[in-house]
Nanobody
Framework: QVQLVESGGGSVQAGGSLRLSCVAS????????MGWFRQAPGKEREGVVV????????AYTDSVKDRFTISPENARNTLVLQMNSLKPEDTAMYYC?????????????????????WGQGTQVTVSS
């Protein structure tokens, strides 16, 4: 079992920044794929970014490229998402997820069902 705990959400104005953290504990061996997903009210959960903690292979959704940066801090079993230039459309509950499913980053970005472990989420609200 793997436990994931997110933190760092909050309310900011458009153009602001937030830094989300996800701390993993438990049996993290082999759960090399991790990612951030988000879900806004009335919308489906969408992939924001996924990364292989060992190879560094990464895939971002187009709407966050050049604004968000994912950074695995493997020594601390922590996954950080730095979010800059935030927009109102970034408002959502953000979830950290992990899996040992073997595939490509681009495939996993669009396949939240392939992720076995999920955190409880942290709310991000961006006002205009």
């Amino acid at each position: 079992q793997v436990q994931l705990v997110e933190s760092g959400g909050g309310s900011v104005q458009a153009g602001g920044s937030l830094r989300l953290s996800c701390v993993a504990s438990g049996d993290t061996n082999g759960r090399n794929w991790m990612g951030w997903f988000r879900q806004a009210p009335g919308k489906e959960r969408e992939g924001v970014v996924v990364i292989n903690r060992v190879t560094g292979s990464t895939a971002y959704t187009d709407s966050v490229k050049d604004r968000f940066t994912i950074s695995p801090e493997n020594a601390r079993n922590t996954l950080v998402l730095q979010m800059n230039s935030l927009k109102p459309e970034d408002t959502a509950m953000y979830y950290c997820a992990a899996t040992n499913f073997f595939t490509t980053a681009r495939t996993l970005l669009h396949a939240p069902e392939k992720f076995t472990y999920w955190g409880q989420g942290t709310q991000v609200t961006v006002s205009s």
